[in-house]
């Protein structure tokens, strides 16, 4: 059954999606979820079924093998994924509002040509900023890159990175002049068979389905034609993506709320002490009326800010406003999903103990929580000063 919510602002086409995609993620992902995240490994059934769905192009255009949608189809995308597995969601968000967008927004034609439609058929991309020593201060990046005739060779080492066990193309951000700090940062296109090595799979608390890797690029020959929207232009690039990406994230802690809140809710109501459901004891009946009110307020922070963006209006406030939210309402609606089903909530086969571990990382990656706030006030102050 649809949440019940009060936004109803969704095209045909988007409607249409979101059921699609409900019968994929309930049909196909679901029966899976559970041993995925015990084996820390995503069924590759998955990614080629996300392939097969038209979901790993969504907004490219028709041209290059895309479903040409629009951006709040791939955030319907994210949040119905999410519902059942936030590591499936993430794997779909970041391909999609990261590496395409990127090629879309930033690629030349000849680059566009030859790469979205391979990326909307059947590589996953990986989009490659954070390292060991800088995550936050992402700017700070080590990865050099050097010219070599024809070529650039790029040498350096990138941490945390989604998709990156399964992924065959890799946007790397690597500084080509550090004496002109992070202006001198740019975006290349590699495939894995340039020779990109995994030096180390993390094993972590939750989205355990999706891979986070170390790369070690040693002497990596990248051809000067795969330079993405011009030479020191990677930093630009890279935060420009991230404030549309970070309503992705919004999206899949979002959906994550919800698929937590459908599976406790229910048992609320068909367990019974005392005599009567549990859930109507005001106590908790109560608590699931302010979660319902948490997610609602969650969904129109992340659709108003996809709106925007679409429009064409500011959203880089309202994108961080809609992710930090979704983080901490995400993370408290997963916990008390746990305490509404008692004893059962905290065992693993029913599921719901995963959403609360898969909530944590939205507080992290896209720019941690306090990233988002620090971007907030930054426009806060400019509005009132
Ligand atoms: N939007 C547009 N431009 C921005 C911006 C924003 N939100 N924040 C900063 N900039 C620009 C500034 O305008 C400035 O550019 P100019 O010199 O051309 O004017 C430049 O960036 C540097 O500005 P600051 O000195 O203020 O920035 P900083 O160096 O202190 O930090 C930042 C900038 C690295 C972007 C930081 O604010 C940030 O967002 N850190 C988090 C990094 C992050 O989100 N990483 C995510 C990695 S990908 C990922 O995580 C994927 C996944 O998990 C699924
Ligand atoms: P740090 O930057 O060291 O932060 C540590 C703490 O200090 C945080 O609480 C932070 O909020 C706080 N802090 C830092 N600076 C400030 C400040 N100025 N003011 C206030 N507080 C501050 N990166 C990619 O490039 N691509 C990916 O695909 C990707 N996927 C990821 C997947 C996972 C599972 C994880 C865990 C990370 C991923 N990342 C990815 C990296 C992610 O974006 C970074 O982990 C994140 O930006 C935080 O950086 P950090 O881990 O170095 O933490």
Same mark, same amino acid.
């Given at each position: 059954?649809?949440?019940?919510?009060?936004?109803?602002? $969704?095209?045909?086409?988007?409607?249409?999606?979101?059921?699609?995609?409900?019968?994929?993620?309930?049909?196909?992902?679901?029966?899976?979820?559970?041993?995925?995240?015990?084996?820390?490994?995503?069924?590759?059934?998955?990614?080629? %079924?996300?392939?097969?769905?038209?979901?790993?192009?969504?907004?490219?255009? /028709?041209?290059?093998?895309?479903?040409?949608?629009?951006?709040?189809?791939?955030?319907?995308?994210?949040?119905?994924?999410?519902?059942?597995?936030?590591?499936?969601?993430?794997?779909?968000?970041?391909?999609?509002?990261?590496?395409?967008?990127?090629?879309?927004?930033?690629?030349?034609?000849?680059?566009?040509?030859?790469?979205?439609?391979?990326?909307?058929?059947?590589?996953?991309?990986?989009?490659?900023?954070?390292?060991? *020593?800088?995550?936050?201060?992402? $700017?700070?990046?080590?990865?050099?890159?050097?010219?070599?005739?024809?070529?650039?060779?790029?040498?350096?080492?990138?941490?945390?990175?989604?998709?990156? &066990?399964?992924? +065959?193309?890799?946007?790397?951000?690597?500084?080509?002049?550090?004496?002109?700090? &992070?202006?001198?940062?740019?975006?290349?296109?590699?495939?894995?068979?340039?020779?990109?090595?995994?030096?180390?799979?993390?094993?972590?608390?939750?989205?355990?389905?999706?891979?986070?890797?170390?790369?070690?690029?040693?002497? @990596?020959? !990248?051809?000067?034609?795969?330079?993405?929207?011009? +030479?020191?232009?990677?930093?630009?690039?890279?935060?420009?993506? @991230?404030?549309?990406?970070?309503?992705?994230?919004?999206?899949?802690?979002?959906?994550?709320?919800?698929?937590?809140?459908?599976?406790?809710?229910?048992?609320?109501?068909?367990?019974?002490?005392? %005599?009567?459901?549990?859930?109507?004891?005001?106590?908790?009946?109560?608590?699931?009326?302010?979660?319902?009110? +948490?997610?609602? #307020?969650?969904?129109?922070?992340?659709?108003? /800010?996809?709106?925007?963006?679409?429009?064409?209006? #500011?959203?880089?406030?309202?994108?961080?406003?809609?992710? &930090?939210?979704?983080?901490?309402?995400?993370?408290?609606?997963?916990?008390?999903?746990?305490?509404?089903?008692? *004893?059962? %909530?905290?065992?693993?086969?029913?599921?719901?103990?995963?959403?609360?571990?898969?909530?944590?990382?939205?507080?992290? &990656?896209?720019?941690?929580?306090? !990233?988002?706030?620090?971007?907030?006030?930054?426009?806060?102050?400019?509005?009132?000063?």
């Amino acid at each position: 059954n649809a949440p019940p919510t009060s936004l109803d602002t $969704f095209t045909d086409e988007e409607q249409m999606l979101r059921e699609a995609v409900q019968r994929f993620a309930t049909e196909v992902v679901g029966p899976k979820v559970r041993e995925m995240d015990e084996n820390e490994n995503m069924d590759p059934a998955i990614i080629k %079924g996300l392939f097969e769905q038209g979901l790993m192009g969504i907004e490219t255009s /028709a041209d290059h093998g895309g479903a040409e949608s629009s951006f709040t189809s791939a955030i319907i995308a994210i949040e119905e994924l999410a519902k059942i597995d936030p590591s499936v969601s993430v794997l779909c968000d970041v391909h999609n509002t990261l590496v395409n967008t990127v090629l879309r927004k930033y690629g030349n034609k000849e680059q566009q040509d030859k790469w979205l439609p391979q990326l909307a058929e059947s590589k996953l991309g990986s989009f490659c900023l954070s390292e060991t *020593g800088s995550g936050s201060d992402a $700017f700070a990046l080590q990865t050099r890159a050097t010219k070599d005739g024809n070529d650039w060779i790029i040498n350096g080492s990138k941490m945390w990175i989604t998709n990156s &066990y399964e992924a +065959e193309i890799f946007l790397i951000f690597a500084n080509i002049d550090p004496s002109a700090g &992070y202006k001198g940062i740019t975006c290349f296109i590699a495939t894995k068979d340039m020779g990109i090595q995994i030096a180390k799979k993390e094993q972590k608390l939750g989205i355990r389905a999706s891979s986070t890797c170390t790369l070690n690029f040693d002497d @990596l020959k !990248i051809p000067a034609e795969n330079v993405i929207g011009g +030479e020191g232009k990677g930093y630009k690039i890279a935060i420009e993506i @991230l404030n549309e990406g970070r309503i992705g994230i919004a999206a899949q802690m979002l959906g994550l709320a919800q698929g937590a809140f459908d599976k406790a809710v229910p048992y609320t109501y068909q367990r019974k002490q005392f %005599g009567q459901p549990v859930g109507t004891f005001q106590g908790m009946a109560f608590q699931i009326a302010q979660a319902a009110i +948490e997610i609602e #307020s969650a969904r129109l922070l992340t659709y108003n /800010a996809a709106r925007r963006k679409e429009q064409g209006l #500011s959203f880089t406030k309202e994108a961080a406003m809609a992710k &930090y939210w979704s983080s901490v309402v995400a993370q408290k609606v997963s916990g008390s999903a746990i305490e509404w089903a008692g *004893g059962v %909530g905290f065992t693993r086969e029913t599921g719901i103990e995963k959403y609360w571990r898969d909530s944590k990382i939205g507080a992290i &990656y896209e720019g941690t929580s306090n !990233i988002q706030l620090q971007t907030i006030a930054k426009f806060v102050q400019k509005e009132y000063s």
